[in-house]
Each structure stands twice: as structure tokens, then as C-alpha cells.
């Protein structure tokens, strides 16, 4: 995969999150990053810009030349694991609680009326 292929694609995606996950409205990523400023965490900010502007100047630029591949890739690769959404602990931890409650309870109302409910049991 060429260079150009290869910024294009990370580019791509990063535009895609920000336009599904920021909602983010615009043609090129540094209009889809102003169109979401506010709601975008502000340390992938800069981030973001120097990606676009890689992007850009890759793009249009006949002679550019990416210098550092590798950093490029990584910084992508931060804005990506920044802008995905992923829930939280407290997501969790209000799950597996309401799941034993509800366990609980359960084994609760059986306890209480087993007399009544193993009557109905097969023999």
C-alpha cells in the first residue's frame, strides 16, 4: 500500500468517527474537527489538526514526502483510541449489580414460597 493509500485510509476513518460518534458536519477532516470542537476531548485537538494537515499536504502536494511514517501512524492510531467510544466502569459495575439484585430476588421469592411452588413440580 502506497503512502498516499495508506494516510488516506487512517484519514477516512478518523472522519468517520468523528461524523458518527461527534456528529461532526463538514468535507475535509479540519472542517469536521471545527464542526465539533466543543465536543471533542482537548488533547486529541492538536492531534487531529497535524493528521489533516499530513493528510492535506500528502494529497496535494506532488513532491511531499511523509517524513516520519511510523509517528504519523501512532498519532492516528492515539486519535482513533481517543475518539472510540467505550463504557465506562460505572457501566459495568451498574450491571453486574442489577444483575445480582435481581438474582437475589429471585432466590428470595422461591425461598418463600417453595411449599406453594414445589406442589406444582413433576414427581
Same mark, same amino acid.
Given at each position: 500500500?502506497?503512502? *498516499?493509500?495508506?494516510?488516506?485510509? +487512517?484519514?477516512? +476513518?478518523?472522519?468517520?468517527? &468523528?461524523?458518527? %460518534?461527534?456528529? #461532526? ?5 479540519? %472542517?469536521?474537527?471545527?464542526?465539533? $470542537?466543543?465536543? =471533542? ?7 487531529? /489538526?497535524y493528521?489533516a494537515?499530513i ?16 509517528? !504519523? =501512524? #501512532? ?6 483510541? $481517543?475518539?472510540?467510544? /467505550?463504557?465506562?466502569? !460505572? *457501566?459495568?459495575?451498574? #450491571?453486574?449489580? &442489577?444483575?445480582? &439484585?435481581?438474582t437475589?430476588?429471585?432466590?428470595? !421469592?422461591?425461598? #418463600? ?9 413433576p %414427581?
Amino acid at each position: 500500500m502506497s503512502e *498516499i493509500e495508506k494516510v488516506v485510509v +487512517r484519514t477516512r +476513518r478518523l472522519e468517520k468517527l &468523528l461524523r458518527v %460518534q461527534y456528529h #461532526a458536519e463538514g468535507k475535509g477532516l479540519h %472542517q469536521l474537527i471545527t464542526s465539533c $470542537e466543543e465536543r =471533542l476531548p482537548h488533547d486529541v485537538i492538536g492531534k487531529l /489538526r497535524y493528521v489533516a494537515t499530513i493528510r492535506n499536504k500528502i494529497v496535494h502536494e506532488e513532491d511531499y514526502c511523509l517524513d516520519n511514517r511510523s509517528e !504519523f =501512524l #501512532a498519532v492516528c492510531d492515539e486519535c482513533e483510541k $481517543e475518539l472510540t467510544p /467505550r463504557s465506562g466502569r !460505572f *457501566i459495568w459495575r451498574t #450491571a453486574i449489580t &442489577l444483575m445480582a &439484585l435481581i438474582t437475589l430476588a429471585a432466590l428470595a !421469592f422461591y425461598y #418463600a414460597n417453595w411449599d406453594i411452588l414445589s406442589k406444582h413440580l413433576p %414427581q
